[in-house]
């Protein structure tokens, strides 16, 4: 999704440079907004992730941070993914006291004006596939080598950052 944006917002300035397409430069931030307001809703729909240890401790998680925040420790036996987003604000999750439910997780980021902070247990290898514009990533996890006969956990984490910042630690 975050590069289909990226190629529609780059299609725009290459139909404008030609002339083909005529807008102002300050019509994009109204669409950012539109952006994220659209995101929310979505996010919010019957079916999508949800995150509550008291009735589904299998479940995955959906942390939202708008001009604010918070930390939040997860403890699930069978963590299987989920996503945190941060809108002018900021997430800090501790995940070290989860266990994944197979060899694999996925966590969906997406940082607009903000950012977050994402503990994971020693045992996972973090894979880091953010796309960060005027902001960034920090991975200080442990990374470790895949030993033979060892099945090594590996969390995935995906999503897009604009003008935030995301670091991992153990």
């Not at 996890?141 to 604009?162: D, Y």
């Amino acid at each position: 999704m975050t590069g289909t944006i990226l190629i529609a917002l780059g299609g725009l300035f290459f139909l404008r440079t030609f002339g083909l397409v005529h807008f102002r430069l300050s019509y994009l931030l109204p669409l950012i907004f539109v952006f994220i307001g659209l995101r929310i809703v979505f996010a919010q729909r019957p079916g999508a992730r949800t995150w509550d240890a008291s009735t589904n401790p299998g479940g995955t998680l959906n942390e939202w941070a708008v001009f604010g925040g918070g930390e939040r420790r997860v403890n699930s036996p069978n963590f299987l993914g989920g996503q945190a987003n941060a809108v002018f604000g900021g997430f800090n999750l501790d995940l070290r006291n989860s266990k994944m439910a197979g060899d694999h997780a996925v966590i969906d980021v997406f940082c607009f004006c903000g950012g977050g902070e994402l503990r994971v247990p020693e045992d996972w290898n973090v894979i880091l596939k953010v796309v960060p514009i005027f902001g960034g990533t920090d991975d200080k996890s442990r990374h470790f080598a895949n030993e033979p006969g060892r099945t090594q956990k590996e969390l995935l984490v995906t999503g897009f950052i604009l003008f935030g910042g995301l670091g991992i630690k153990n």
